[in-house]
């Protein structure tokens, strides 16, 4: 089974400032990671996901994230960010090759101010 | 891409009662997830909707409570039956391809309140 952390349930930041929203994964197999958004009253939208290949994943938005295995991160960066990015975080993990199933982190809440 | 139309957008019930929740996808897909979202809590499979077959159903969730339809690839149904208080919560319908590394989409969600 997998599972993931979201160390971070708020981040509070200000606008233009850069912003890095922690992951962490647990699982005995290899992995697919994601990161969802998700802003109020919506439903989910993909930012990136990786799935081999460069461990730095670029995504919608102007946000990245870097795949470390070693250290079984999965933290989303931004450097600049906008009000707009006020919003909930979620990173996610499936079963590589073959698991369907999504398992979410408890989310982080970005809220960018002036 | 899809695009996924969850229906109601949000309902209020009265407990004791059932709430079914439609999810209509623009294009033909293999699986159909239902998902919960607890208040400030992340999302919860509830369970597995392939088309042809029974739900596959994710542990602490049982037909009894939310049976699930799937009459075609581009539909399904959520039922929460016989509801309380703590099945309030936000109710997501998501899709996904047959290749394995294709990414899920996902409807607005139901924004259920029982009282």
């Known amino acids: 089974a997998q599972s993931v952390t979201q160390l971070d349930s708020q981040v509070p930041v200000f606008e233009e400032a850069p912003v890095e929203l922690r992951c962490n994964y647990s699982?005995?197999?290899?992995?697919?990671l994601f990161w969802y958004v998700q802003y109020p009253n919506q439903g989910l939208q993909l930012l990136l996901k990786?799935?081999?290949?460069?461990?730095l994943v670029k995504g919608i938005n102007g946000f990245e994230a870097e795949f470390n295995k070693s250290q079984t991160s999965f933290h989303l960066r931004k450097p600049s960010v906008h009000i707009s990015d006020t919003a909930e975080y979620f990173c996610a993990v499936s079963r590589e090759g073959g698991g369907n199933k999504l398992t979410f982190g408890t989310g982080t809440q970005l809220k960018v101010e002036l | 891409s899809a695009v996924i139309s969850q229906k109601p957008s949000r309902d209020i019930c009265q407990r004791g009662t059932s709430l079914t929740i439609q999810c209509q996808v623009d294009?033909?897909?293999?699986?159909m997830f239902w998902y919960r979202q607890q208040p400030g809590q992340s999302l919860t499979l509830i369970a597995t909707a392939n088309q042809g077959s029974e739900a596959t159903y994710e542990s602490g969730f049982v037909i009894d409570k939310f049976p699930i339809s799937r009459p075609n690839l581009t539909f399904s149904t959520l039922t929460v039956s016989n509801m309380s208080p703590e099945d309030s919560s936000i109710y997501l319908c998501?899709?996904?391809?047959?290749?394995?590394?294709?990414?899920?989409?996902f409807g607005q969600g139901t924004r259920l309140t029982v009282v």
């Open positions: 998501s899709v996904k391809g047959s290749r394995v590394n294709t990414e899920a989409f």
């Open positions: 699982s005995s197999v290899s992995v697919y």
């Open positions: 990786y799935l081999s290949g460069s461990t």
């Open positions: 294009s033909q897909v293999t699986m």
